[in-house]
Nanobody, 122 residues
């Protein structure tokens, strides 16, 4: 089993920045892909960005390109999502997840965190 715990969400004004973190524990995740997803009220959960734990290969959604950056700290078993130039439409619960292979599909991710709320005010 892998446990994922997100932190760092909050309220920020449009144009501001926020960094959310995901700490992993349990079984080794060196072969996993770590992804960030988000879900706004009344909408489906959507892929934001992912990174392979071993090689650090990243994949960004169109909405994240140029504004969000994913990174990992192997020593801390933690993945970060740095979000800049935030917009009100970025408001959502952000989830960290782990998949045994690279994917943008929700159903590919086996382990999920509890989520952290990000609210961007206009």
């Amino acid at each position: 089993q892998v446990q994922l715990v997100e932190s760092g969400g909050g309220l920020v004004q449009a144009g501001g920045s926020l960094r959310v973190s995901c700490a992993a524990s349990g079984r080794p995740i060196t072969g996993y892909t770590m992804g960030w997803f988000r879900q706004a009220p009344g909408k489906e959960r959507e892929f934001v960005v992912s990174i392979t734990w071993a090689g650090g290969t990243t994949y960004y959604s169109d909405s994240a390109k140029g504004r969000f950056t994913i990174s990992r700290d192997n020593a801390k078993n933690t993945v970060y999502l740095q979000m800049n130039k935030l917009k009100p439409e970025d408001t959502a619960v952000y989830y960290c997840a782990a998949a045994p292979f690279g994917s943008t599909a929700v159903t590919s991710y086996k382990y999920w965190g509890q989520g952290t709320q990000v609210t961007v005010s206009s």
